[in-house]
């Protein structure tokens, strides 16, 4: 028993040896936290909340921003006008479900990719790649966060519907590390269920995509749909970018190792995301307020995206990770709500049970 005890830490020693000779300045060994929320937690806490990036809110931003997108535009077609205090109750709660789906869809990933990870600069650190976490004790905290979220679900307004959409957008989430074996587009499938987050939230105030009043309107929800989906590809391209050299060593696969060209690929797809945001503008009949903040103001984070994004700068990628869904999204809800305050202000009676 000894001599087995013996021999499992002098390979962990060599394994630790290992990763500190191959270690990138950028990315230095783990130790201990010293700030910010990880620090002040019980130290056998800690590999958890790394498992759910709760020190890195980036990828919140990421998921969140398509709830309050969602919720805003909803608001904006809704007849009687929706309630501020309403949007707030449901954007509180989807903000709880979206901690959970997020943590559980950034675990299952280090599960998954903990082979990968090991080969990858940045990612060599994660709590199942440096073995501070088992497989078995990750799947265990992802199940735990995918309660959560279905007891954040189930204070929704119309929680059932609310589950509809989100089954399988947990599912997508879970296997889109697999994607990443398979194909080169990996972007593609996580950016359905992110998106997907915009008729969610939409449905759970009450505008349904299966059941709108008009065509029109059906267009205009799958529009900005499309746009948030096209968005996130953009995002998570970026993201990838910070690892193209590492990612191609390690054998994994994605769009930023197929398309090396930033500026174009940005560039096109934001054109796109763009032109989608206009067309639901125009299909829903929104003033020229919402034209202007979405449209006018995505064109204008995508401008400085293509001139300031480099693969030769991952710090510069890492930062519109960081940033780019508060940011680029954030503009999208601050146009649709000037849409809503401008059509509360020509419609100030407001009713306490909204229908559509």
Request: proline share 7%; charged share 15%; net charge positive.
């Amino acid at each position: 028993m000894n001599m087995l005890k013996f021999l499992s830490n002098v390979g962990r020693l060599a394994t630790s040896r290992g990763l500190r000779q191959e270690s990138n300045p950028r990315y230095p060994p783990w130790c201990p936290p010293t700030k910010g929320i990880l620090s002040v937690l019980p130290s056998r806490w800690v590999p958890y909340a790394e498992l759910s990036r709760v020190e890195k809110p980036g990828g919140l931003y990421g998921f969140y921003m398509a709830y309050l997108i969602g919720i805003s535009y909803a608001a904006c077609l809704a007849t009687p006008m929706l309630p501020p205090a309403s949007m707030a109750g449901t954007a509180g709660v989807l903000l709880v479900y979206n901690v959970f789906l997020r943590g559980a869809a950034c675990t299952v990933n280090d599960i998954l990719d903990r082979e990968y990870d090991r080969q990858v600069a940045r990612c060599r650190n994660r709590p199942v790649a440096r073995r501070a976490a088992t497989p078995a004790q990750g799947h265990v905290w992802y199940g735990v966060q995918t309660l959560g979220a279905g007891a954040a679900i189930a204070c929704l307004p119309s929680p059932l519907l609310a589950l509809a959409y989100a089954v399988p957008i947990q599912l997508a989430v879970s296997l889109y590390p697999l994607c990443k074996r398979y194909t080169d587009f990996p972007q593609l499938v996580l950016s359905a269920p992110i998106a997907g987050g915009v008729l969610m939230a939409a449905a759970a105030v009450g505008l349904d995509l299966w059941n709108m009043p008009t065509w029109a309107l059906t267009g205009a929800t799958a529009s900005l749909t499309l746009s948030h989906y096209i968005w996130t590809t953009i995002f998570d391209y970026v993201n990838a970018c910070q690892d193209t050299a590492d990612d191609v060593k390690a054998g994994v696969r994605s769009m930023a190792v197929r398309y090396q060209n930033t500026d174009i690929f940005i560039s096109v797809l934001g054109a796109a995301q763009v032109g989608c945001l206009a067309a639901t503008g125009v299909l829903a009949g929104f003033s020229p307020i919402y034209f202007a903040g979405a449209a006018g103001g995505n064109a204008l984070w995508l401008t400085v995206m293509v001139k300031t994004v480099k693969r030769s700068r991952p710090d510069i990628c890492a930062w519109w990770f960081s940033w780019g869904g508060l940011l680029v999204s954030g503009t999208t809800v601050l146009a649709l709500m000037a849409e809503y305050y401008f059509k509360i202000r020509s419609k100030p009676e407001l009713e306490e049970e909204p229908q559509l």
